[in-house]
């Protein structure tokens, strides 16, 4: 439309000019008016797959998480959770939290709570927290104002730490880039023999046994922040601070599966210290952890989500401050990522279940100081006059010096003497603009303006609006196992079910069944800890599991399969004896393209609709398209099909797009027939086989696979071509050519392998531990049995005892696409390719490789013939030779070679001859053609494909006429008669000279 629309432009008469103008800002306009829609549905996507990755985190005690976001709670004992998982917000008591970490705080932080000049928090023994504007210090007692509370005295001998607040929360001194890494081990000479790379602004590496290096200046008081990934079975790698001089003596190659093994090494030239935390990951593939570096005491603490994981002792006499080594060392198999590592100035404390009592700390009310100008040293705090408690400063009286005064903005921290180490059984709550406050008493509130929480700051409330938290953290507490049944049967009274989604992992059970939609239905789960049951999404991406419960004093177990569920029984090869023998009543044997399977008497069937017999359903037929599969013996010869054969059998040539096969049909003797399915009873079988009615005893028959259609064309060829019926078992293409690569990508390939779609995204999966699949849109549930309405089949009941897990969301899809019958998709035979322009004007590209052939010598080859004896090309100087590539399963390759033969025998005297090159082919497949033939030429076999690369064969029949010197004179792809015509031209040219 463009084209045209310039060409009639060029040729406008000149006046016409204005109103062309008008017409080119008006498709100019529309070509803006695109790209601008595109740009915005890009947008959408991209804002949906941020909003997707900015869900903040629920931590449960117990280890219990859930992605999605705070929201407003009525009551003030209960924390409300939105989670995509589930249609409604979950409630759990505050006394179940453990953290909440807001991955996206979009508050401003100088809208609530502003910080003063000097805003300082103060950390009590009791693990309480009270932050504001630092008013005066006293001996006895400090002073702080408190916004929106009013000033707060607090008295010295219950203070642990007087911190000052830095806005956010930290000061950012240093990120280390992944450019500025160097490799130390092994050693790199001149940028060669490099383990570490680069990607997408990250480093990583796949070799075990490597560290990389930078330089970094630390503070007295640091925090270092660290993101990894991997993909490794089990992750180990260490992070050192200092020199790496005794590196290969602390190298701990802790290979635990699904453990993730982390160690730090401080390292100087006095002493080292080294710690190895494991934690189990399950499917997480990264992981952040945070090391708070206090070089005044030579304390080092690494933490996860505020939680200790282990603790280190540095030599305060060779403090790691100002320019340090940081080296970062791999010790695992397999991928290890370091997407960041930065380091901040950060007034912190240490965590009470770090700290501990220093025998040589100086008494008699002497309080550590950190200070901005002076360093670290130990004073006293004097009386001041009355006159100077307003003017910012206190005097401090040290050990071996005349009193000083120091400013409050010189103050970084002050630390009180520990006696003991506190309690610390308070919630914290962190805001945006780097206050922090503990409590015991936290509670939700929300009013007509205010949505938020109140916390309880020396018997007063603080309101927190929503929008200012950045994290809220509670110590984890020991988990209290449940009581352990006595006897089998209290334990079959008790369901433990896990809930595992993209946004949950939650422990609890089904509860009941709830209204979804006017016309769907969906569970309820009731989590551990939570104060009520809430509808679950039927759409969320995961599964329902039981957990496993051991008696007391015994080693029974409830019912639930060692094997992976994604893949049950009927999918995983059975022992050699079991090969081809009858079903088990429990086994299943009619498999739907839902996913579902389950045990079933198939009766009878047709190309409309199967009959069969089943105790899980009342309704005893469902329509053919929606079945995937028969099983009439327990038979897996089919799995070891070797690919070869498996392309050859999904691919679906020109010929049969308007009327390709529907089923594959599998003998127990290992044979397969490809056609369309006619009907079948208990006895026999009838296909359509290209026009041909084949009947098959049932009793032979070991399965029935529905092949899935290939996808749809846009346009065909030439869809009226008529197949044809010399073929019996090929494909066949009309043009009489077809391409000598793989007809199609193997269904068992990632590309291949597209979930199937389910007819409605609100129904569950229940996989038994037989093996069965039945989806079902759920109706009640109850101590015994789980009932539903299977959406083709009707209604079921289940039996929990043997339910082992539930499926819901894309997760169904994801395993029927991967079930035993989830490979069998057609694919289109590839378009041939022109490479030879022939005479007569045909329009064809002459610039291929095979046409660049022409002219120059033929490659040398030697291969083996048919019969055993090896056939040299450079033996044969002197004839003209007709070399053709082909195969049996080309259909244009069979249809041509009778021709070539009349051919050569038509001009034999004049020393032609006809060598067929058979492509990757073995032996045992070729010679059933040849004995059809009438005469057999010169047949060798090309069974690695290397002369056919040598001769560029892209598509066969490919025919090569070489002249007496050995040069090439034409390349012919095709069986058609017109080239066939154009071969004897040329050789008739050729002999004449």
Not at 586 to 591: G, M, V
Not at 596 to 625: N, Y
Not at 961 to 982: F, M
């Amino acid at each position: 439309m463009v084209m045209k629309l310039f060409c009639s432009l060029a040729f406008a008469p000149f006046a016409r000019l204005a109103s062309l103008g008008v017409l080119l800002c008006l498709l100019v306009a529309c070509l803006f008016d695109q790209v601008e829609a595109q740009q915005q549905v890009d947008a959408q996507q991209a804002g949906a797959q941020q909003s997707s990755n900015s869900l903040s985190v629920l931590r449960i005690q117990g280890g219990d998480t859930y992605r999605g976001k705070l929201a407003a709670s009525q009551n003030p004992q209960q924390l409300l959770w939105d989670c995509p998982s589930f249609l409604e917000p979950i409630a759990f008591p505050w006394d179940a939290l453990q953290l909440v970490q807001v991955q996206d705080a979009s508050g401003d932080p100088t809208q609530s709570n502003p910080l003063g000049k000097n805003p300082f928090c103060a950390e009590l023994k009791t693990g309480e927290v009270v932050s504001g504007e630092l008013v005066s210090i006293q001996p006895d007692r400090i002073e702080l104002d408190v916004p929106q509370v009013g000033k707060v005295s607090l008295a010295t001998e219950n203070l642990r730490y007087l911190l000052r607040i830095i806005p956010g929360g930290s000061q950012a001194v240093e990120v280390l880039s992944a450019q500025d890494w160097e490799q130390v081990l092994p050693a790199t000479r001149n940028g060669r023999a490099t383990k570490w790379y680069l990607k997408a602004g990250e480093i990583s590496t796949d070799t075990s046994g490597t560290t990389i290096s930078q330089w970094a200046q630390l503070p007295e008081l640091a925090t270092i922040d660290l993101d990894v990934a991997w993909d490794q079975a089990s992750p180990n790698w260490w992070m050192t601070l200092g020199e790496p001089r005794r590196m290969e003596l602390q190298v701990r190659k802790l290979q635990n599966k699904k453990l993730l093994n982390v160690t730090l090494l401080l390292e100087n030239s006095a002493d080292a210290d080294v710690t190895t935390i494991q934690l189990p990951y399950e499917e997480d593939q990264s992981i952040k952890l945070r090391l708070l570096c206090d070089a005044t005491k030579g304390v080092y603490v690494l933490m996860k989500d505020n939680q200790v994981l282990g603790r280190l002792k540095g030599n305060i006499k060779e403090r790691f401050v100002g320019r340090t080594k940081v080296s970062f060392t791999n010790t695992a198999l397999g991928v290890l990522t370091l997407r960041d590592l930065r380091i901040s100035r950060n007034a912190f404390s240490i965590p009470s279940e770090a700290a501990e009592v220093e025998p040589n700390r100086p008494a008699n009310g002497q309080f550590e100081w950190m200070t901005k100008a002076r360093g670290t040293f130990f004073g006293s705090i004097l009386n001041a006059p009355a006159d100077v408690d307003d003017q910012g400063s206190v005097k401090v009286q040290g050990i071996a010096q005349s009193p000083i005064s120091l400013g409050f903005e010189e103050i970084e921290r002050i630390e009180f003497p520990l006696e003991s180490a506190p309690p610390n059984q308070v919630t914290t709550v962190e805001l945006i603009n780097g206050m922090r406050f503990a409590s015991s008493a936290l509670q939700s509130r929300t009013e007509a303006s205010f949505e938020g929480i109140d916390i309880d700051v020396a018997g007063k409330k603080l309101p927190v609006p929503l929008s200012q938290i950045k994290r809220i953290s509670k110590r984890a507490l020991p988990i209290v196992e449940d009581p352990q049944p006595k006897t089998i049967a209290e334990a079959q009274k008790i369901v433990v079910q896990r809930l595992i989604t993209d946004d949950a992992v939650s422990t609890g059970r089904i509860a009941s069944v709830a209204q979804h939609t006017p016309s769907s239905k969906t569970f309820t789960w009731l989590a551990k800890n939570a104060v009520a049951p809430v509808a679950l999404n039927p759409r969320a991406d995961g599964a329902i599991e039981p957990m496993l419960i051991q008696l007391a004093g015994s080693t029974q177990k409830r019912t639930k399969p060692n094997e992976n569920l994604a893949n049950v029984r009927t999918d995983t090869p059975p022992n050699d004896n079991d090969v081809g023998r009858p079903l088990k009543p429990e086994d299943p044997s009619l498999f739907l393209f839902s996913g579902d399977c389950f045990p079933a008497m198939v009766r009878r069937g047709d190309a409309e609709e199967f009959f069969f017999e089943s105790t899980l359903f009342p309704k005893q037929s469902i329509e053919q398209a929606l079945v995937r599969g028969v099983r009439f013996v327990d038979y897996r010869g089919v799995d070891k099909i070797d690919r070869a054969t498996r392309l050859r059998l999904l691919t679906l040539p020109r010929v049969q797009r308007n009327n390709p096969p529907s089923h594959l049909v599998v003998s127990r003797d290992g044979d397969l027939l490809r056609g369309k399915l006619i009907h079948f009873d208990r006895d026999q079988l009838v296909v359509d086989v290209r026009g041909e009615q084949r009947t098959i005893l049932v009793k032979n028959i070991a399965e029935l696979i529905a092949l899935d259609p290939a996808p749809k064309l846009e346009q065909t060829n030439d869809p009226s071509e008529p197949s044809d019926p010399s073929d019996p078992s090929d494909p066949t293409d009309p043009s009489g050519k077809q391409e000598k690569t793989e007809p199609a990508k193997p269904a068992d390939s990632a590309e291949a392998q597209d979930p199937v779609q389910i007819a409605s995204n609100d129904v569950y999966q229940i996989i038994l531990e037989q093996g069965a699949r039945v989806s079902i849109v759920p109706e009640s549930v109850d101590a015994d049995e789980l009932k539903g309405t299977h959406p083709q089949l009707g209604e079921c009941s289940l039996p929990w005892s043997s339910v082992v897990r539930i499926s819901l969301g894309d997760a169904i899809a994801v395993d029927a696409s991967q079930n035993r019958y989830g490979k069998w998709k057609l694919q289109h035979a590839p378009d041939p390719k022109f490479v030879s322009e022939s005479e007569g004007g045909n329009d064809r590209p002459n610039d291929t490789p095979q046409m660049r052939m022409i002219g120059q010598g033929a490659p040398e080859f030697d291969l083996m013939k048919i019969d055993g004896t090896p056939f040299k090309l450079k033996e044969n100087r002197g004839k003209i030779l007709i070399v053709d590539f082909w195969a049996t399963w080309c259909g244009p390759c069979i249809r041509s070679i009778p021709s070539l033969i009349e051919i050569s025998k038509e001009y034999k005297e004049a020393g032609v001859e006809l060598v067929l090159v058979n492509c990757e082919e073995p032996e045992t497949r070729v010679r059933p053609f040849l004995e059809r033939l009438k005469s057999i030429p010169t047949v060798v076999l090309d069974t690695d494909g290397t002369v056919s690369k040598q001769y560029n064969v892209a598509a066969i029949p490919q025919t090569v006429l070489i002249d007496r010197d050995g040069g090439i004179v034409e390349v012919l792809v095709g069986a058609s008669d017109e080239n066939e015509d154009l071969l004897r031209k040329k050789i008739e040219t050729l002999i004449k000279q």
